[in-house]
């Protein structure tokens, strides 16, 4: 299992396959109080649509409604940046989780009650993170 940081977010490698990655990444989720309120099935999309066979891959909208809420009240356009999307995706030893940073998603917007929600938000999937890689450093820096 391997963490790492990408420029947008954080990304774990584990070597358990899209479903059962994709069940532990939604039980961590809920732990840290996120619910999926989309999933987007890219793989049977292109399939349907193109008839383009492409390995698994998920694309979660994962919300928090106590920080969302605290998000949209501080700005109602933060809606256009939410909810934080999670992908998990099969790759040659496993499956890759990445989570969206929300520091670099709010990077757009200068308001502090954002920032403090973000930094929140961010801790938590930390979290989420580590639980589904098994690492306690998913790599990336605290603010």
């Given at each position: 299992?391997?963490a ?6 954080m ?5 358990t396959?899209l ?5 532990k ?12 309120l ?6 049977q ?5 193109l008839?383009?066979?492409?390995p698994?891959y998920l694309i979660l909208g994962a919300c928090?409604?106590a920080l969302a809420h ?9 809606g256009l940046l939410?909810p ?5 995706r099969?790759i040659?030893t496993?499956t890759r ?19 403090e929600v973000?930094?929140e938000a961010?801790?938590?999937l930390?979290r ?7 690492v306690t450093?998913?790599?990336m820096?605290?603010?």
């Amino acid at each position: 299992m391997t963490a790492e940081t990408a420029a947008l977010g954080m990304t774990v490698d584990v070597t358990t396959d899209l479903t059962a990655t994709s069940g532990k990444v939604r039980e961590a989720l809920r732990t840290e109080g996120f619910g999926v309120l989309t999933e987007i099935d890219v793989q049977q999309t292109l399939k349907i649509k193109l008839d383009v066979d492409s390995p698994g891959y998920l694309i979660l909208g994962a919300c928090n409604p106590a920080l969302a809420h605290r998000a949209i009240s501080a700005d109602p356009t933060v809606g256009l940046l939410l909810p934080c999307n999670v992908v998990i995706r099969e790759i040659d030893t496993g499956t890759r989780v990445e989570f969206a940073d929300p520091n670099k998603m709010l990077e757009l917007i200068d308001n502090d009650v954002l920032r403090e929600v973000a930094a929140e938000a961010r801790q938590k999937l930390m979290r989420v993170a580590a639980a589904v890689g098994g690492v306690t450093d998913v790599g990336m820096e605290p603010d």
